[in-house]
């Protein structure tokens, strides 16, 4: 009985959304299968603009940091991730 409750207490609980930026460099799907598995709603992006109006970021690491930063820039999102970082009312 008290795995009922605790179970429908937890699916009316508000989940918290992550949001996990996909910029071609790491693991993606292991981090949202992650996420997921924590119970949290997963929303994957693209743009600085979906980075900006993040509540909570993810943006999952890779083995060389130069090839991760490559790609950062080419996304277009590395402004975005900085204004993210600096924004100390998250």
Do not use: H, W
Request: include cysteine.
């Amino acid at each position: 009985c008290k795995q009922r409750i605790d179970s429908q207490m937890a699916s009316q609980a508000a989940k918290p959304t992550v949001t996990v930026l996909d910029y071609g460099a790491g693991n993606v799907r292991s981090v949202i299968n992650a996420l997921e598995l924590l119970g949290c709603d997963v929303d994957l992006v693209r743009t600085a603009k979906d980075v900006r109006a993040a509540e909570i970021l993810v943006f999952p690491g890779v083995g060389c940091f130069a090839a991760a930063m490559d790609a950062l820039d080419e996304l277009g999102v590395l402004d975005a991730l900085r204004d993210y970082l600096r924004d100390k009312d998250r």
